[in-house]
């Protein structure tokens, strides 16, 4: 569901970008800081491109204020679109000058909630609709006379639809670039990775429809999951308990590769956790905590023959003990 031009960059590593460049721009840069925005970089290659885009129109528009700017791009991460202020208008032209030709909102449209990595958000909605934001997420919301759309531009969301006269005769729709997800009377999860989009029910059920081929879709039931594309649909593997585990502060592994497990818990710390090729295949089990993730990577050393060492706070490598 990206309508964008060929070459446009992902509108939400454009707001990313420019968030940077006005945060270092505030003064010299911590080492952590430094870290923090090489592995941003490196994670996605839109983010590289939105960087080196950011980088080029801020030596245009030096004269900015970063004070302004911070305010017009890096609005408190509970404020709504109203609240944001004066400030948007003097750094407009460089919003404009970066945004993609896209229907997905821009960071001179800001988006309704976020989080940053690490943090966690519950939002109810006016139709009392519970949302709740995992690690480093980004939702729009977009209710009108026949839908209560809930675009999910990055990470994961829990929903618990609402009821009620408020939201009678319009269906919830949680749509991503992969495709829609419509709530059938439901508590389910949808998480944003690079390439595909998955979905778990806790309660009720969905209906599934990639975006350029709705029909592929299907109905994911309670206790289920699945994973799509804008193409494709197939059922995953896995409890939907286990995968919205998150909810709880913990995650879930049984006999996960460490590798796959040291990414997850990379999600929910600033900074840069590496880990060398002769770990990443070691199976691990146990219930790993999200809410403090020192504690979780103490429990990887005590359970497996490894080695965790901190550089600094931010730079954490893993290896083979």
């Known amino acids: 569901m990206n309508d964008s031009p060929p070459g446009a960059i992902d509108p939400v590593a454009l707001d990313e970008a420019a968030a940077w460049v006005v945060q270092l721009s505030a003064g010299g840069p911590l080492e952590a800081e430094r870290e923090a925005l090489a592995k941003w970089r490196a994670a996605r290659p839109d983010n590289e491109l939105a960087w080196r885009r950011a980088e080029a129109l801020t030596r245009t528009f030096d004269s900015v204020s970063p004070t302004a700017a911070m305010a017009a791009l890096s609005p408190s991460d509970r404020v709504r679109r109203h609240r944001a202020t004066k400030a948007l208008a003097i750094v407009a032209v460089v919003a404009l000058g970066l945004a993609a030709n896209s229907r997905w909102p821009s960071f001179y ?6 989080t940053a990595v690490g943090e966690s958000l519950t939002v109810m909605l006016d139709d009392g609709t519970r949302v709740t934001l995992n690690t480093d997420s980004v939702v729009d919301v977009d209710f009108d006379s026949k839908v209560r759309r809930i675009r999910l531009l990055r990470g994961e969301a829990l929903i618990e639809s609402g009821h009620g006269s408020v939201a009678a005769g319009r269906p919830l729709v949680l749509e991503n670039r992969d495709g829609r997800v419509v709530a059938l009377g439901t508590v389910f999860g949808v998480r944003k990775e690079r390439d595909i989009s998955r979905v778990a029910v806790l309660e009720g059920a969905v209906r599934v429809e990639p975006a350029s081929n709705p029909a592929a879709g299907d109905i994911v039931a309670a206790g289920d999951a699945a994973r799509f594309d804008t193409r494709q649909f197939a059922d995953e593997a896995g409890t939907a308990q286990r995968l919205t585990s998150w909810r709880d502060g913990m995650l879930l592994a049984d006999e996960m590769p460490l590798g796959r497990l040291l990414d997850e818990i990379n999600r929910y710390r600033p900074g840069l956790l590496q880990y060398d090729s002769a770990v990443a295949k070691l199976p691990i089990s146990g219930a790993f905590s999200l809410v403090d993730t020192d ?11 490894v080695e965790v060492t901190f550089h600094s706070r931010s730079w954490v490598r893993v290896t083979l003990r």
């Open 109 to 114: 449209e800001f988006p309704d909630y976020r």
């Open 295 to 305: 504690r979780a990577l103490a429990s990887v050393a005590q359970a497996l023959p």
